[in-house]
């Protein structure tokens, strides 16, 4: 097998040399009628007929690649530089392990404090962690970060935070006895203030919002840090990182917690996964906030040194006193967000915001205009609800047989918006493919 | 502190003006994007994020990369992590736009293709471990373990017995194993090791009782070990009326030797990223799908996915599901180097990956123990802890040795791990590693053994060929400097205050600048 | 090492000085050593209610965390904010500066269940 080195001369040498007659004495230890019998799995493939079958299954797809997608909702299809690639392809980068032994691991250490750096930059922060597992996770662990710091049972979330979120954060929750409540939104996709303000009691140890949330409205979060600490209770906001080059950050509105979903920042959709989940807090929570950190130090001769830090807030020495018992994060995708940041800089996160803002205003407006449409004005980051006139399968089987997926049906996650979607349209969206879309709508 | 160019960061060589990308400058929409958001709605002070050309970016982050340890570029052994070789054709997979580019959200007719790639996954993995299905959600091997963990306690509770608020684990387990247990409200109890290392029968059975919910195991044991008593563990689990849960980091030592659903596991999780050689990425993506026998089917999260004739769907969520663990549908891009792996490797290969890294161990094992004792002396399966205990009479711990190998071009072992081996040094070469490199190892621990005796102020002090010798951990905890604005804080300050006058420690230091050599 | 005879101790380590009701509390110097270099101490929030024997602060080292226990029952009444900034404190001066906080003890006959300096003494010396 051509990963397996040992020739068979090498394992009779070896087999001499630990005095044993046959491989098998190496395995007194399993019982016999353990012993497996052959693996009920097919023979092995040579690489060229395997990578000829794995096409075959690959084409059975249809993804952005052949057909004009506009879907969002959490994962998006952004440009991604070329240098990106090849620079996280690197193999000291690819296959090195978690930097445990700091002296060989300056790389990904000082990767990762550049990272935590970038994000909470970038979401106006004092600290962040070296990832989560992806936004809903980070969102979850959020969830109990300001539950223990309160000592409270209970959270506020908005209704209009991505639905897979709020079920991630609901499973993660009721494992802990804690509970959930929902605060609904308007018409227009903004937050129903009444409802938020009816909920906020001293019971409550943290609220949650989303901005842009998965309506695409960009909220309006004014006032709300000090209503919220005025009980006791946490802010936490979840939003679009490659979104916060244009509009606020959450340490500009006073969140105590900043979560979301990085893929936006380099990384492929992916059909899901491997995501980023990021999560940045501010300075009084440094030493409460889950996962990995990367400090910077000196060595014993005065140099600039990178290590993992606060280590004894983790699995591996607290234990089961741990506040998470994450181990594995998603470090290869914060690489990928760090490069990606560090390519485009300080002018280019602007200019990808302002590029957003434009396609996805251009495309709305288009919509707006046509019969049988409506468009939610609210304020919008790239992403907005359309709401027609037939009903959504009849829309996506004509425009899937011409080569467009749609959009995000929203009567799938909230049920008094039947024939309503959520229509994306990213930096990668050229006018001529706008203006397709909107004539495959017109019908 | 000596800042060298080579360690500067990003943000040092920022130069204002510069950039990395040429994005479009056409707009479509007639207004300015000032104006297309409320003035209250937008971002007032830019994110000062640098600003470099796309040459210093890569130049930047291709130096950095040269100063890791890595599968590529070295040899390993880190125990109980499974540190093989991460094939190229995976990574070839993955990159295939029609992969790469599916959105989660597309209707199931456009990703037919992801969707085979899960089934068959899932139906491999079930071939391999003997379970009954699969969920291929979980994000990492401790996710996988909370999702198990869940699904216990969403099985007694449906069987009316929530009074189980007990789980066991070995003293020798994993620190995710109670970190999970105890997330979710379990109390922890330790089962002690019986002196040939495995699970003490005694007091496994002085444990169990009507209020245990469970035992955690993973099987050979982090001794590199294999539970040669399984057969009466899980007898005396089940009939205590709890769950036998199976953690799958040491699975390396089992592909067509032994499968966990066969000695009685009811449940299993897997990391891909260990045993299926996804990449480590210098700490993730992982992916930790977990395995369950038919009972506890109806807990597992949502969704499954189910073949009907030709055609892949979601199934519908069950209404015992334990719920949702994250976002879409799990480490797609993992699932499906996992999947490139075992078709690679096909019935002979799996069985091959064992053989070989159980016979590699054990060579080790042979060569090193008159150097290091062994922890328990026997054949172990795909790796084995050794006690530097020894050394502690010439002032030295497991983790010098560690630091040391790193000086003649191997990564350290695990150290200080399993808890109940004084000194340790946990050892797993892998089966991707030649024999060449094996002698290679051996004869650099028997340097080092020697080293101990005549000269072990050069080990106390390793490693000394690195980017760096040992930091300052200490400084790091007491006075964390976690991103560059913490440091520009510091660095104008001068001293970090208290942090460099303790006792005992003999790094002295502070974050005041010093010229760059 | 030190052992002051004016404090009391518990076999996990921790020192006790009367005042009154009042019991101010810290590690003693054995502990302080064994732990070796303190990067943090996670001291109970005020009006906290210590148990006797149960577990009501935390001290990390880089690799390890470990518990401490309350020597008495009562409400914390005080804690030494000067450890935030300056966890080295334990180990400079473990007796003195080092001191993590104060408890208003429920039950004074508690304070005579603790051991004496040489009782403690020994009991570090023999499980050396």
């Known amino acids: 097998m051509h990963y397996h080195p040992l020739t068979d001369e090498d394992r009779r040498e070896m087999l001499g040399a630990i005095g044993v007659r046959r491989f098998e004495d190496l395995l007194t230890a399993v019982p016999s009628k353990l012993r497996a019998r052959d693996i009920a799995i097919a023979e092995a493939t040579s690489e060229p007929e395997l990578r000829r079958e794995i096409e075959k299954i690959a084409q059975t797809n249809r993804t952005s690649q052949t057909v004009l997608s506009f879907l969002g909702g959490g994962s998006y299809e952004h440009f991604i530089p070329a240098a990106l690639p090849q620079i996280l392809g690197r193999n000291e980068f690819y296959t090195a392990y978690t930097p445990y032994q700091p002296e060989a691991s300056q790389g990904t250490l000082q990767a990762i404090f550049e990272y935590q750096s970038l994000i909470a930059e970038l979401t106006a922060m004092s600290v962040s962690n070296a990832s989560h597992y992806d936004g809903a996770t980070s969102l979850a662990e959020a969830g109990l970060v300001a539950l223990r710091q309160t000592g409270r049972q209970k959270l506020l979330v908005a209704r209009s935070v991505h639905p897979d979120y709020r079920q991630v954060l609901q499973t993660y929750l009721e494992s802990a006895h804690f509970t959930v409540e929902e605060f609904g939104f308007e018409n227009n996709g903004k937050f129903n203030r009444k409802e938020f303000e009816n909920l906020l009691t001293e019971e409550i140890g943290g609220v949650i919002f989303q901005t842009p949330n998965f309506l695409g409205v960009v909220e309006d979060l004014e006032g709300l840090a000090e209503k919220i600490h005025a009980k006791g209770a946490l802010f936490i906001v979840s939003s679009n990182p490659l979104s916060l080059g244009v509009i606020r950050p959450p340490g500009e509105w006073g969140a105590d917690l900043a979560v979301g979903e990085g893929q936006p920042l380099g990384i492929p959709a992916g059909f899901g996964g491997p995501y980023l989940g990021y999560f940045a807090a501010s300075r009084e929570l440094v030493r409460k906030i889950p996962g990995r950190l990367a400090g910077m130090t000196i060595d014993r001769e005065g140099r600039r040194a990178f290590v993992l830090t606060l280590q004894a807030r983790e699995q591996h020495i607290r234990r089961e006193r741990a506040s998470s018992n994450i181990c594995t994060n998603e470090g290869l995708c914060a690489l990928a967000a760090c490069i990606y940041l560090t390519l485009v800089g300080k002018e280019g996160i602007r200019e990808v915001g302002e590029l957003n803002l434009d396609r996805a205003h251009y495309l709305r407006e288009a919509i707006g205009k046509l019969k049988g449409f409506n468009v939610n004005q609210s304020p919008v980051f790239n992403e907005f609800v359309v709401t027609a006139e037939k009903p959504f399968d009849e829309i996506q089987t004509r425009l899937v047989s011409q080569g467009i997926l749609l959009g995000i049906n929203l009567g799938r996650y909230y049920p008094e918006m039947k024939n309503s979607f959520l229509v994306c349209a990213t930096e990668t969206k050229s006018q001529e493919d706008l203006d397709r879309f909107v004539q495959a709508l017109k019908g | ?517 | 090492m030190q052992f002051p005879e004016e404090l009391r101790y518990t076999q996990t380590h921790e020192w006790a000085k009367r005042e009154g009701n009042r019991i101010r509390v810290g590690i003693t110097e054995y502990a302080q050593h064994e732990i070796s270099d303190v990067v943090f101490i996670e001291l109970p929030k005020s009006n906290a209610q210590g148990v006797k024997g149960k577990g009501i602060a935390v001290v990390e080292s880089v690799k390890a965390a470990f518990d401490i226990y309350a020597p008495v029952s009562g409400a914390v009444v005080k804690v030494n904010s000067a450890l935030e900034s300056n966890p080295a404190l334990v180990n400079e001066d473990p007796y003195g500066r080092g001191w993590f906080f104060e408890i208003e003890m429920k039950d004074t006959a508690e304070w005579d269940t603790l051991l004496q300096a040489e009782a403690y003494k020994n009991q570090c010396t023999t499980t050396h």
């Open chain 2, 1 to 517: 502190m000596l800042i060298d160019s080579d360690s500067k960061l990003s943000f040092e060589k920022s130069r204002q003006g510069r950039r990395g990308v040429q994005l479009p400058k056409t707009r479509f929409f007639g207004k300015k994007a000032s104006d297309l958001l409320p003035e209250s709605l937008q971002r007032k002070n830019p994110a000062a994020l640098p600003e470099l050309s796309e040459p210093e970016v890569v130049r930047h982050f291709v130096n950095l990369s040269k100063k890791n340890f890595s599968i590529d570029t070295h040899f390993y052994p880190l125990g109980s992590c499974s540190m093989k070789y991460n094939p190229k054709v995976n990574e070839w997979a993955a990159a295939l736009p029609d992969f790469a580019s599916a959105h989660p959200l597309q209707s199931e007719d456009t990703v037919q293709g992801w969707l085979k790639i899960f089934y068959e996954l899932e139906q491999d993995l079930k071939a391999i471990t003997g379970m009954d299905r699969f969920t291929l959600q979980p994000a990492a091997g401790a996710q996988g373990e909370l999702c198990g963990m869940m699904m216990v306690r969403a099985y007694h509770a449906s069987r009316k017995e929530q009074h189980r608020r007990k789980v066991l684990v070995p003293d020798s387990s994993h620190g995710t194993n109670p970190a999970t247990a105890a997330l979710l409200g379990y109390e922890v109890v330790e089962i002690k090791s019986n002196a040939r290392g495995r699970v003490d029968l005694e007091s496994l059975r002085k444990a169990l009782g009507p209020d245990t919910a469970c035992l955690m195991l993973t099987n050979p044991n982090t001794l590199g070990l294999f539970e040669d008593e399984i057969t009466q563990i899980t007898e005396l689990v089940h009939k205590a009326g709890a769950l036998l849960y199976y953690d799958g980091a040491n699975f390396n030592a089992l592909l067509g030797i032994a499968r966990p659903g066969d000695m009685g596991f009811d449940i299993v999780h897997l990391n891909l990223h260990k045993t299926f050689s996804t990449p480590h990425g210098g700490g993730g993506p992982g992916s930790g799908p977990v395995g369950v026998k038919e009972k506890l089917i109806p807990f597992l999260p949502s969704p499954l996915i189910e073949k009907k004739g030709n055609r892949y769907s979601f199934q519908a969520d069950g209404s015992q599901s334990i719920g949702r663990l994250k976002a879409f549908h799990g480490q797609a891009g993992m699932i499906l180097r996992a999947y490139v792996y075992i078709h690679t490797l096909g019935r002979a290969g799996l069985k091959q990956v064992s053989e070989d890294a159980i016979l590699n161990a054990n060579y080790l094992r042979s060569r090193l123990k008159s150097i290091f004792p062994v922890a328990v002396d026997e054949a172990c399966m795909h790796e084995f802890v050794l006690s530097a205990r020894n050394a502690e009479a010439k002032g030295l711990h497991a983790l010098d040795i560690g630091k040391r190998l790193l000086d003649y071009g191997f990564h350290a072992p695990t150290v200080h791990f399993p808890l109940v081996v004084p000194e340790a040094l946990m050892i797993e070469p892998t089966e991707t590693e030649s024999k060449e490199t094996l002698d290679r190892f051996i004869d650099a621990m028997i340097q080092i053994g020697k080293e101990v005796d005549s000269d072990p102020e050069v080990v106390k002090n390793a490693p000394h060929t690195l980017p760096i010798r040992r930091p300052d951990e200490v400084l790091a905890a007491r006075n964390p400097v976690l991103t560059y604005q913490d440091w520009l804080r510091e660095s104008q300050h001068g001293n970090s205050s208290g942090a460099s006058h303790a006792s005992g420690s003999e790094t002295r230091g502070s974050f005041k600048t010093v010229p760059a050599a």
